[in-house]
């Protein structure tokens, strides 16, 4: 700038004798008036080129301003950027460091140039470093020495440049610190020979990383571990994460169901329920019920599912969580367990019932006994007559005992049987009897386990299943009859609320009929339901065959789809051998003067019992409720030999009555009676206080064979 203004002062100069020669031009020879004008043209045009020249000057003033500017700007961009940046020279000696980069080594940024780059890397990878570093240099110079490769091409200057590498992961070792790992980005400048003349690396510290990486590892390790299903999917449906109790839950690996649309893979196509769950998430931010399922299997399950919305920074909806547990076992066995309860209720219900008919049919038959032995040398006809009488009694005590079997599962004489039999009966009638369009199809394993049972019991269980199948089949089908052996595991007693770990004899009665609504499942075993017209039943089938069922120590299960069919299962335990019992003419026993005191309220049956004992050789005191039954024992306390007390007697509590005879005599013997066979009171008398228990109605031999047993019993 300074020579522009000296020369300046010059043309100013000679400006001046310019002018004075001009001045003097006239004089001179027209020669020297030519040089002059000449003269004065190039000091014109100089002029100019003076001007063009300040112009040029005041530019690269301002463009080596502007170039002085960036390389600050650059400066500090490299001082102060976030990740740490190194320059090195083709042998990696350190040349330039940033801020960062001195952070992360802890070591002042005025000390580091010069120094070897691998130094700083952790001494245990330091040799596969060095291996690494000069497998990638050696390939970026033969790029260079044939001039192709990932670079730019040669400037004016011969020189290129390209990257090496990215997200070369290795270790450092800082100044007085903990190794840790970094991420390098490399980039290098070669000369036209190959010769490498300068590198940049990029380095960003993976601690943070690293340590999400963990956590997040350690999240998801979590939720493997959890029993749920818990999955994710994009608002679109897509699924973007599984865990492994979807898998358990649902039998689709992750690669499986990833991508996959949540709704087509595990829901029935025309439910609505998975629509409706999405809306309320969508709206509310959360839902939570129960929803249908399908497994990869095609089995159906029940879930109790919970959304939840998931939301950005912003506020903006970006996923659906989701988490699903299976519940449906744990349904059946609240199916099961509903189902329980309400048979126990009807028990309940009908006890009262069966107790009154007890009172009944009791004296009857006894009465009609004590009858034919008073008056057997009467006519032939009035004895026919009181034949008719005993029968007619037996006959109420037996349909008194079939009610009993039905509500509480009362046990009768059974015997070791195989169910093989029972179903051949069944094949023969149905054979005979059903409509021809019925094809029946037997199948029973051939070494099918022994069962304790009554035949006939289970014959009409099987028959009266068999015959809902045929009336379910009006335009025909197939009615499969199978049974099979079956142990019962740990797993399957937790399915059955009813199961124990135990082997079962499984008879299955299956239809391809019309099928049972889902809503009437429940209540097909519930008396006097029925969907059949008033003609063809009264709705007490299913309940007799559940309690004969149940009276054997079983338990049933059922499925039905519309359209497709039912199936019934009978699970009937298993036994290793039982003693038939039949029945034998034997002489009753009789007692010899001993003091019966009978304690009821009901007269007819109190008269009844005097009378049989009488005539079996026993005295009798009679009392008709509690208060007097503890006074007569206390006046003949050293007579009586057994109390024989009905614990239904409703003015003061039986059990009371019981403890206070045993609080005046601890040898008192005791034998209760009922007709209430769901009585709690008994299961604890018959354990402590009494020493033994009659369940009414029931006959004179069981009262005579009882009581001979107790008085005579040391």
Not at 688 to 705: C, D, G, H, I, N
């Amino acid at each position: 700038m300074t020579d522009i203004c000296e020369f300046e002062n010059w043309m100013e100069s000679a400006q001046g004798r310019l002018e004075q020669i001009q001045k003097d031009a006239d004089q001179l020879q027209p020669e020297s008036q030519e040089i002059a004008a000449e003269l004065s043209t190039s000091m014109e045009e100089l002029h100019v080129a003076v001007e063009e020249l300040r112009l040029q000057n005041e530019e690269l003033l301002v463009s080596r301003l502007q170039l002085e500017q960036e390389r600050q700007r650059y400066q500090e961009l490299f001082d102060f950027a976030p990740d740490g940046y190194i320059v090195t020279n083709g042998e990696a000696i350190i040349q330039e460091v940033n801020h960062s980069a001195a952070q992360l080594l802890n070591v002042s940024q005025k000390y580091l140039p010069g120094k070897p780059l691998d130094i700083f890397v952790y001494l245990p990878d330091r040799d596969l470093f060095n291996r690494q570093w000069l497998d990638i240099t050696t390939e970026f110079t033969q790029a260079c020495e044939t001039s192709s490769g990932d670079f730019d091409e040669f400037d004016g200057n011969d020189y290129a440049t390209g990257k090496l590498i990215d997200n070369w992961e290795i270790r450092f070792q800082p100044r007085q610190g903990e190794p840790f790992a970094i991420a390098v980005s490399l980039s290098a400048t070669c000369n036209a020979e190959g010769h490498l003349t300068k590198l940049l690396w990029l380095i960003r510290d993976l601690r943070s990383v690293k340590r999400a990486e963990a956590t997040i590892q350690q999240q998801a390790a979590f939720l493997d571990m959890a029993t749920d299903a818990i999955w994710v999917q994009n608002l679109e449906g897509k699924i973007l994460y599984w865990n492994q109790g979807a898998e358990k839950i649902y039998g689709w690996k992750t690669e499986e169901a990833q991508q996959q649309l949540g709704y087509q893979l595990l829901c029935d196509p025309a439910s609505r329920q998975g629509r409706t769950a999405y809306k309320a998430t969508a709206a509310q931010g959360y839902w939570r019920g129960e929803l249908q399922k399908i497994t990869k299997s095609g089995q159906e399950i029940l879930v109790e599912s919970h959304w939840t919305l998931g939301l950005d920074s912003e506020g903006i909806p970006q996923y659906i969580l989701i988490v699903d547990n299976d519940i449906t076992e744990k349904k059946q066995l609240e199916q099961q367990l509903f189902q329980a309860q309400r048979l126990e209720s009807l028990g309940s219900l009908a006890g009262g019932i069966v107790h009154d008919l007890s009172n009944i049919f009791n004296p009857i038959v006894a009465v009609s006994q004590l009858l034919k032995i008073q008056f057997s040398n009467s006519e032939q006809q009035t004895l026919e007559m009181l034949d008719i009488l005993e029968a007619s009694g037996k006959h109420g005590v037996a349909l008194v005992q079939k009610i009993l079997q039905f509500i509480q599962g009362v046990e009768v004489d059974r015997i070791t049987m195989q169910l093989s039999a029972v179903i051949d009966e069944i094949q023969a009638i149905a054979t005979r009897t059903f409509p021809e369009s019925i094809e029946l199809r037997i199948n029973i394993q051939p070494d099918l386990w022994l069962i304790c049972g009554d035949f006939n019991q289970l014959y009409q269980v099987i028959l009266n299943l068999c015959i809902n199948a045929r009336d379910a089949m009006p335009d025909g089908g197939i009615l499969k009859i199978s049974a099979y052996n079956l142990f019962g595991n740990q797993k399957f007693a937790q399915r059955y609320l009813a199961a124990e770990v135990k082997p079962y004899v499984v008879v299955t009665i299956s239809d391809t009929g019309i099928g049972i609504p889902k809503e009437n499942l429940d209540r097909i075993f519930d008396p006097f339901f029925t969907t059949k017209d008033r003609d063809m039943g009264t709705g007490l089938g299913l309940s007799t065959v559940l309690g004969l069922v149940k009276s054997h120590g079983g338990f049933l299960e059922v499925s039905s789809k519309m359209g497709q069919g039912t199936q019934f299962q009978v699970f009937l335990p298993v036994v290793d051998w039982v003693d038939s019992i039949t029945s034998k003419d034997e002489e009753l026993p009789t007692g010899n003067g001993e003091l019966i005191l009978v304690v009821d309220d009901q007269d007819v049956i109190s008269q009844t019992n005097k009378n049989l004992l009488k005539n079996y050789g026993y005295r009798v005191l009679r009392a008709n409720d509690n208060r007097k039954a503890i006074k007569l024992y206390i006046q003949h306390r050293s007579e009586i030999s057994l109390v024989l007390i009905d614990i239904t007697i409703p003015s003061i509590d039986s059990t009371t009555t019981i403890y206070t005879l045993r609080e005046i005599n601890p040898q008192v013997k005791i034998v209760a009676v009922s007709g209430l066979r769901s009585d709690h009171a008994i299961a604890e008398m018959t354990a402590r206080q009494v020493k033994a228990f009659l369940p009414k109605p029931y006959t004179s031999e069981e009262l005579l064979k009882t009581l001979h047993s107790v008085i005579h019993e040391d």
